[in-house]
């Protein structure tokens, strides 16, 4: 089949997070035997994960992912059995939920690391760690959160390596998989310039595209339309899917959309405070000027900005806002 450059799969694999390009080995998920042994193997790299936080160092090249050998850490099932990522074609990753204690050893082994939030750290990362830990930062917090069985209230127990839970009352024995709570997020434009808003609950001066959760009986594009209308009032037309980014914060699967509203006029609500429609000229000097601030560079809501600000003639949104950053550091830093 030919390849086309430009498909959705290229495209989703140019958004944050996506590049884990781990063999996921769901068929040996089962196999009791081989997961254990396979723990043992000194290759093998454990990801730890402390209360949904990854071990992370600062390096010269930016955020390292630290990953332990299995010598480095003993009893890795003392809060849950350890969860198969899988593997890159040199070593089996594993995913591990570390306890007070072991969090304190291992900091003491790694002086210059730190257990910290994967989504401000990941802004400077390798991204095929980005994506390894994002991995195994959803499948730990869909674990934390569905201890319990949802039918009959016993504890759940984690089968299938991490991958699938079973109720532990025999009677019910009912199975659950990891969930992903899907939202759409959308930047509308018309003719030559796109809306953004900004979210009352946001840091000052951030604006970014529209997003909410799709809700049961809905399809994704109809809740592209009602999310705006709801935000924003604004009609939409010419509603195209571009890509999706797996958000792990906490357990999202992004979809994201371009849309084309019939006309200038929007509308502010309780969620968005306020809505501004920028031209490539007039983001750039907002940027410039400080006026404004963007999501970062890792989310798609940057991403469908910065495309269409490249596509309409603005250059590199990314550079543009670094270079910007880059003065801001040094005067507050002087
Ligand atoms: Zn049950």
Redesign the pocket.
């Known amino acids: 089949m030919k390849k086309s450059p430009t498909d959705h799969l290229a495209r989703s694999r140019r958004n944050r997070f996506t590049a884990v390009r781990l063999n996921r080995e769901v068929e040996l998920r089962d196999d009791l035997q081989w997961v254990s042994k396979t723990l043992q193997e000194p290759s093998t790299r454990l990801v730890p994960l402390w209360r949904s936080r990854s071990l992370l160092e600062r390096g010269d090249e930016g955020t390292l992912a630290i990953y332990l050998s299995p010598t480095e850490l003993s009893e890795t099932d003392r809060i849950q059995p350890p969860t198969l990522l899988g593997h890159d074609g040199k070593r089996e990753y594993f995913a591990v939920s570390v306890t007070d204690s072991q969090k304190d050893a291992i900091l003491e082994q790694y002086p210059a690391a730190r257990f910290a939030d994967l989504r401000r750290a990941s802004i400077d990362m390798v991204a095929k760690h980005a994506g390894i830990l994002a991995y195994a930062k959803a499948l730990h917090y869909w674990q934390h959160r569905h201890a319990f069985?949802g039918?009959?209230g016993?504890p759940n127990l984690l089968r299938s390596a991490g991958h699938r839970m079973k109720?532990s009352?025999d009677e019910?024995a009912?199975e659950s998989f990891p969930r992903i709570d899907p939202a759409i997020i959308v930047l509308v434009t018309h003719e030559d310039a796109c809306l953004l808003g900004r979210n009352s609950k946001w840091p000052a001066k951030l604006f970014s595209t529209l997003a909410g959760f799709v809700e049961p009986g809905e399809s994704l594009e109809d809740a592209v339309v009602r999310e705006v209308f709801e935000e924003v009032q604004v009609h939409l037309e010419n509603i195209r899917y571009v890509s999706s980014q797996p958000w792990p914060f906490p357990a999202s699967a992004m979809c994201g959309f371009y849309a084309e509203a019939i006309d200038r006029s929007s509308g502010s609500s309780e969620e968005v405070e306020e809505t501004r429609w920028f031209t490539v000229d007039t983001l750039s000097q907002a940027v410039i000027n400080n006026e404004i601030r963007l999501s970062p560079p890792v989310s798609i809501a940057f991403r469908l900005l910065a495309d269409w600000f490249r596509k309409n003639g603005g250059g590199d949104l990314e550079e543009l806002v670094r270079q910007n950053r880059v003065v801001k550091f040094a005067s507050s830093d002087s």
């Open positions: 069985c039918v009959c016993n109720c009352n019910c009912r």
